[in-house]
């Protein structure tokens, strides 16, 4: 692995364990919640996550997307779950979502370990952005760490309304 595939697993492996965190902290009951006026919760946030690196990372560097089926309609960008927060049937378990995380944790750190020195400077032949890969694997992991912000606040706000119950 080169220098600069090396410094981008282990910032892979920090912004994705961060996220796991966040996730873990939520007690169930919270996992498809969402306060008024707001568009997503935990669930989609954490979903969410695995999205962005097969779009911006996986899919430009391989050529295709590794998603399950309906993930990307269920956690794409333009998706909004807010009609359906109270409604956990239609959403993966934790457990699902932590799995996908784990693994595509351990797919990043195995395509960065492969990739022949200079290739992370290339453009991507499948994306039409200009974007480097690096550029593109930074961007996904930076928009990740910000999901990992609301995944925070809604933390905050359930433990506040929990104290306010009481």
């Not at 965190?21 to 939520?26: G, I, N, T």
Request: hydrophobic share 40%; aromatic share 8%.
């Amino acid at each position: 692995m080169t220098e600069n595939a090396s410094q981008l697993a282990e910032l892979a492996r920090q912004v994705r364990g961060d996220t796991l965190k966040f996730l873990a902290a939520a007690p169930d009951k919270w996992l498809t919640w969402a306060p008024e006026g707001t568009s997503n919760h935990f669930l989609w946030h954490a979903g969410h996550a695995v999205w962005l690196q097969d779009v911006l990372f996986i899919e430009p560097l391989t050529g295709k997307s590794e998603l399950p089926a309906g993930w990307a309609e269920t956690f794409g960008m333009d998706c909004r779950p807010v009609k359906l927060t109270n409604e956990s049937s239609g959403w993966p378990k934790r457990t699902e979502i932590e799995r996908r995380l784990r693994q595509q944790l351990a797919r990043v750190v195995e395509l960065l370990a492969k990739l022949p020195t200079g290739k992370l400077a290339v453009n991507a032949a499948s994306s039409s952005s200009s974007r480097s890969l690096v550029s593109s694997a930074i961007h996904a992991w930076h928009d990740e760490a910000k999901h990992q912000g609301e995944m925070y606040l809604l933390l905050k706000l359930q433990r506040a309304r929990a104290e306010a119950a009481r």
